[in-house]
């Protein structure tokens, strides 16, 4: 039986891959353990300043395992229990990570695969990548946080086309409507995707972190908060290493060396 996907550490770049492209690289039970662990492991390495997800074959993620839920052995809810369990688990840390986190999708995003392949600060696809949400179409309703992930890229009414009329999503359409930041041609994605993750696995780690948290709160604070925060956010940059460096490096126009 093929492992569901690896871990590696490549100096501060963390690298999840799905490596069971033979089903789709299908979210059954071993993929949610499997995928909870590697985030656990990520979570655990002070190292990791930046993290990478993407996928062996021609499939990003095709969704939930199927077969298993009809399973006339057991209710239908304890099979989406034992499944949603630990890959929620997993995504609400994943969400809590002050690092920068890329996605790069390869052909099929569906069902659970889309709150997989929409998880990170930047997403990049390949020009087969497409996505389909299928839940209704099997009476069922999203998870994995797909719902809030295309929300906030695409707005409430982009997410109920999506989930509601189950039409597939090319990979342009995806980029004009918001839910990806890139498209590359298909065998240029990898290469793009761990380009971007080591540059920013290799940039102001502190900076980096008060830019995810000015932007992932300012929803929800008026204006002045928004300053006020942005103030303390420059203030304390200002007083960092890394600050410091960098205004240096580009008045001697030369490439900053980040602590």
């Known amino acids: ?134 839940y209704s179409a099997i009476g069922l309703t999203p998870d994995v946080g797909g719902s809030w992930f295309i929300t906030r890229r695409a707005g409430a009414a982009r997410a109920k086309e999506i989930f509601l009329t189950n039409r597939p999503f090319n990979a342009e359409e995806c980029l004009r409507i918001g839910l990806i930041d890139a498209v590359h041609p298909d065998d240029e994605l990898h290469a793009a995707a761990l380009k971007l993750a080591h540059q920013l696995a290799n940039g102001p780690a502190a900076a980096q972190a008060r830019i995810k948290s000015l932007i992932d709160h300012a929803t929800h604070r008026t204006l002045e908060q928004q300053l006020e925060a942005e103030r303390d956010s420059m203030y304390a940059s200002g007083e960092s290493e890394d600050g410091k460096e960098g205004v240096r490096a580009f008045i001697e126009k030369r490439t900053p060396k980040f602590g």
Do not use: W, Y
Not at 57 to 69: A, E, H, P, R, Y
């Open 1 to 134: 039986m093929s492992l569901p996907l690896t871990l590696e550490f490549d100096q501060t770049l963390a690298i999840i891959t799905f490596t069971n492209p033979a089903r789709g690289n299908a979210l059954d039970l071993a993929m949610a353990h499997a995928f909870a662990g590697a985030i656990e492991q990520v979570a655990e390495n002070p190292q990791v300043r930046a993290l990478l997800i993407t996928a062996q074959g021609k499939q990003f993620c095709v969704g939930g395992d199927v077969n298993s839920m009809a399973d006339p052995s057991r209710p239908l809810t304890d099979t989406l229990r034992e499944l949603l369990e630990p890959v929620h688990a997993a995504m609400a840390v994943l969400k809590s990570f002050s690092f920068p986190v890329v996605c790069a999708l390869n052909g099929a995003v569906g069902g659970g695969g889309i709150g997989l392949g929409l998880c990170g600060d930047l997403v990049l696809a390949a020009s087969s990548m497409k996505l389909r949400g299928g």
